[in-house]
């Protein structure tokens, strides 16, 4: 809330910043498309597919057109990333301009080391993921208002990988390059439903999280990849199984079927269910299970609700399950 003075602000610069309509064409592409309008007026059909293909490697708006400018700016709290069409010059002088505004209007500190000034070549992190301006050689068609257009660069959004797995890491699950390990601490000594219960809660807060992601199936799947085997690494020593394939063939690769206690470590579910009844209780419900226990189960990016700014709910900590 207090930083909505900085939103004020940040609009009262976008419009001073903003103008164009849009990038001017670059004039080696209008040679192109003159040459095809006229080879389809000759009824030259080899020559236009020839012009086409050529045209489809080429950029159709000039990216570094002066007369084009624009400024775009999110934040969530204090963290905020704002993105600029005009050279770096400009860019530092907003960031000069954010800078004397914070200082003299609500008297905070902008750090110069970490307000970093990046092209939108590199990968920029924000809340999680890592945002990339991608730049494509072969353009595709897409229509447009009736007019055709060849887009040179798109938005696309990643999973900040190394982040979710360094805190993966810290609690336990892996090492720092993400190779699995056994959990002591969470998963040895309580009983297999809850520690399954438990890493499948994990497994749901970050897919639903990264679910925007355009690498959403290989991050899940990676993450999917790491919790089991530590959770089967664990099963391996609490059940004096000798590998993870023994468990695996024991308890399904979701491993929803229980483990059978000859000589276990730590407590098991038929312990749990002992204690239940002799304090006059029940447990009931099927032994909880490890979702996307196959890769192709794993949903496709969910761009429906993406950028529409609305807030369905509270976004809790994946990793605080």
Known sequence: MYL???DKFLLRLKRIIDRGQRRREIPEYRKYSNRIYRAR???NVEEIKRLIRVRKHME???PNDPNYRRLQFVRYADDFLIGIIGPKLLAIRVRALISKFLKHKLQLDLSMEKTLISHCSIRIPLLGFLIDTSRVN???KARFKGRTRHPAAYVRIYANKRKVI????RSGYCDQAGESKPNWVVALQPPPSFSVSRVASIIRG???YYKVADDRRQFTHRIVYILR?????TFAAKFKLRTQTQVYSRAGLDLSRPLKPLTPIGKTDEQAKTYALKAGGKIIGKMPKLPFARGDSIPPPDKSHSYSGQISGVV???LQA
């Not at 085997?229 to 690494?233: E, N, V, Y």
């Open 4 to 6: 909505h003075e900085l």
């Open 41 to 43: 007026r000759a009824g």
């Open 60 to 62: 159709s708006k000039d």
């Open 138 to 140: 072969t353009m595709g």
């Open 166 to 169: 360094e805190r993966l890491s």
């Open 206 to 208: 970050l897919d639903n």
């Open 229 to 233: 085997s530590s959770l089967a690494k």
């Open 316 to 318: 809790k900590d994946p």
